[in-house]
């Protein structure tokens, strides 16, 4: 059975930062890829990175380039998203989840076959 369990979220100034941690089990982890996704209310799911711990290739949404950074362990099977310079847009629950599939150049699919519970990120005005 696969899972995904999140942590680090919180709340924040803006300008802060924070770092989310995604640990995997039950999963070909070194052969797969990882993807965060958010959902803020009232808004679409959006793609925010992806990281494939494979070959280490990484792909970030326009909104969060230059700011974040995706990173994975592969001896710890967790994969992080370090999270500067926030944003009150960037305010949702973060969500880590395997694509169904990745290509560094396009980015991850829209669907997931595995994902977590979520964390909250809040950013304060």
């Known amino acids: 059975e696969v899972q995904l369990v999140e942590s680090g979220g919180g709340l924040v100034q803006t300008g802060g930062s924070l770092r989310l941690s995604c640990v995997v089990s039950?999963?070909?982890?070194?052969?797969?890829?990882i993807g965060w996704f958010r959902q803020a209310p009232g808004k679409e799911r959006e793609g925010v990175s992806c990281?494939?711990?494979?070959?280490?290739?990484?792909w970030y949404a326009d909104s969060v380039q230059g700011r974040f950074t995706i990173s994975s362990d592969n001896a710890k099977n967790t994969v992080y998203l370090q999270m500067n310079s926030l944003e009150p847009e960037d305010t949702a629950v973060y969500y880590c989840?395997?694509?169904?599939?990745?290509?560094?150049?396009?980015?991850?699919?829209?669907?997931?076959?595995?994902w977590g519970q979520g964390t909250q990120v809040t950013v304060s005005s």
């Open positions: 989840g395997i694509p169904t599939w990745f290509t560094a150049l396009v980015g991850p699919s829209k669907e997931y076959d595995d």
């Open positions: 039950g999963f070909r982890f070194d052969k797969g890829a």
């Open positions: 990281i494939s711990n494979s070959d280490g290739s990484t």
